[in-house]
């Protein structure tokens, strides 16, 4: 099994920024396409940004333009920067291989607000 660890969120005001990240266990890092998820109090886990093992990225509408994610895969980790965030964004924000989903992480809370 593969551990996740993710890290970076916090408090932030409409229009900010942050960076989150996360770190994985595991030596097959490399070979999985990795995601970000995020779940907002009463809705679905939604996936909402995808970096294939190519480097190519998918990005769900709603933060399309706004968010961006890489992957160093000699550090195994995901990282996922936010930019122009908006209250909509506040959710627990996961990282999970997308083809091989391992246990989820604790997750890293995001909450922007004024």
């Known amino acids: 099994q593969v551990r996740l660890v993710e890290s970076g969120g916090g408090l932030v005001q409409p229009g900010g920024s942050l960076r989150l990240s996360c770190a994985a266990s595991?030596?097959?890092?490399?070979?999985?396409?990795m995601g970000w998820y995020r779940q907002a109090p009463g809705k679905e886990r939604e996936l909402v940004a995808t970096?294939?093992?190519?480097?190519?990225?998918i990005y769900a509408d709603s933060v399309k333009g706004r968010f961006t994610i890489s992957r160093d895969n000699a550090k195994s980790t995901v990282n996922l920067q936010m930019n122009s965030l908006k209250p909509e964004d506040t959710a627990v924000y996961y990282c999970?291989?997308?083809?091989?989903?391992?246990?989820w992480g604790q997750g890293t809370q995001v909450t922007v607000a004024s």
């Open positions: 999970n291989s997308v083809g091989n989903p391992q246990p």
């Open positions: 595991g030596s097959r890092f490399s070979l999985d396409v």
């Open positions: 970096i294939l093992t190519g480097m190519g990225t």
